[in-house]
């Protein structure tokens, strides 16, 4: 007779779906599937995060990263809320992840017990599956039903569970699903394809901007804007994609962008979007033509109104419309923002370059260059941070991770410690702000504790530098946005890691060179001096107020605080 517990039916699923690690906090609502994971610890582990929030955010990353299942697991109540911030990056960002949810005993579900909350009105807003099980021999077919949903709506399944039923025994291996999920091929229309190829070569000045949706189609990507002679705007999270160096690269779009970027999809006769929701309409054309390649039909035109949708995987897709077209010998539109990128890149090198005193965050990713490997992994963090970057960091064959859409504060530990367990072979570094940093720093120790050698570079001002840019911007005086001086080596050395703190340009190379010889987790702590993150191209009505709010501060104060006035006279033009 067949008779197993359930918790280890469901082990040993997660292991035949491929799922090798999990992170979470055991609790008194998971431990019995804690002790099932406990005996199989050597096929799959269990990573004891310190925050269930980490936890969340780190099986969200490593899912954007592999495209694989990210799993967490919390308890009921408290540890159930505490995943909310990292499921909805997970969300918001369209990583599969799946959270297996404790939940107080069977019998008393509804009765208002110690640690219960109402755990699937909580999760519907963020979840693609939201299922608690009522019977132990539900729970083999809503796991494989969960992690199908979560695969194939690439987002958040929510599994609840009480505790109990994970102890009790199935009384038969027969299960109503499979687990196996099956990815289709998309591939538009040939008639849509026929469509796209005329506007295409109708028009004069095309523009490509891509997505996370390229990942898979890299090579693809760039034979196909090689073929018709259209630069390539990145995404944020389509940043390293493409090399930023390379020649059809005119970098990112929008606040974090680059000024050939802003101008020349101002000048397009032609968007076509790839593989992106991009959501700033501000920074795209006014009234063009624009074709959109998308796996997911419903994204067709959500953000843009356009000409043409195909429906279609990116790396299909851009094969067949490359096969169709006919290449375009020379375009001058290409080649003069070309010019512009590569006097772009120029200005950017020399304030990276710059040996001056107090630091700015340039001149430390320019140093953090020269010790990048070839096929790093560097998990971004949101602020000024992501400004930095995004515009100052360049990425030739690297992997970059971060909270895009619901750019989340905190992001960038838990991404580097998930890239460090999905690629243990590889680099990996993490890049934050301080005031990111000082969110999930306790976490460190998870670095730790599992012999995780990442390097944690911290940018920090002592500031949440972007709040304080965009009071300024609103025209409003700064107010809560000092964070106060916090030494972030010592407390990586009370972690049992190895930090290093660094306070001026001289002291930049020796010990951002020390910190990466070490085979230890590292946090780099760079003193930096408080910098507005320009954009690269400054709207007049911005100018306007950032120069009310310098009236005010000297009127207030009696000082002024200018930003770089020839750089920003430079963005205005």
Known sequence: MFEKRTGEVLTQQLIDWGVDHIYGMPGDSINELIDDLRKRQE??????????????????????LTGKLGVTLSIA????????????????????????????????????AFQEINLERMFDDV????????????????????????????GVSVLIVPDDLFAKKQSSEVMLTSGDHYKPEMIPKPAHLKEARSLIEKAEKPIILAGQGTKDAQNELIDFAEKIKAPIILSLLGKGMIPDNHPYCLGQLGQIGTKPAYHAMKETDLLILIGTQFPYRDFLPEDVPAIQIDNKPDNLGKYYPIKLGLAGDSKETLQALSELISPVEKRSYLEYYQEKMNDWRIAIQEEKRSTE????????????????????????????????????????????????????????????????????????????????????MHDFVTAVKYDLPIKMIVLNNSKIGMIKYEQEQMGHLNYATNLGEVDFSKFAEACGGEGYRIESYEELAPKMKQAFVSNKPVIIDVAIEDQAPLPGKIDYQSAVNFSKYIVKNFFESGSLDLPDMKKSIQRLR
Not at 89 to 112: F, I, R
């Open 77 to 112: 109540g408290p540890g159930a809320v505490h995943l909310l911030n990292g499921l909805y990056d997970a969300k918001a960002d369209k990583a599969p992840v799946l959270a297996l949810v404790g939940q107080v005993q069977s019998e008393e579900v509804g009765t208002g």
């Open 127 to 154: 979840a693609v599956f939201n299922k608690r099980a009522a019977t132990e021999e539900q729970l083999p077919d809503l796991l494989n039903q969960a992690i199908k949903e979560a695969y194939t709506n690439k």
């Open 43 to 64: 096929e799959i582990s269990f990573m004891q995060v310190r925050h269930e929030e980490t936890g969340a955010l780190a099986a969200s990353a490593y899912a954007k």
């Open 357 to 440: 005193d107090p630091l700015h965050a340039p001149q430390v990713m320019y140093e953090l260059e020269k010790h990048m490997e070839p096929g790093a992994v560097i998990s971004g963090d949101v602020g000024n941070v992501t400004v930095w970057l995004a515009r100052f960091l360049h990425l030739v064959n690297q992997k970059f991770v971060l909270s895009g859409w619901l750019a989340t504060m905190g992001s960038g530990l838990p991404g580097a410690i998930a890239a460090k367990k999905a690629y243990p072979e590889k680099q990996v570094i993490g890049v934050s702000g301080d005031g990111g940093f000082s969110m999930v």
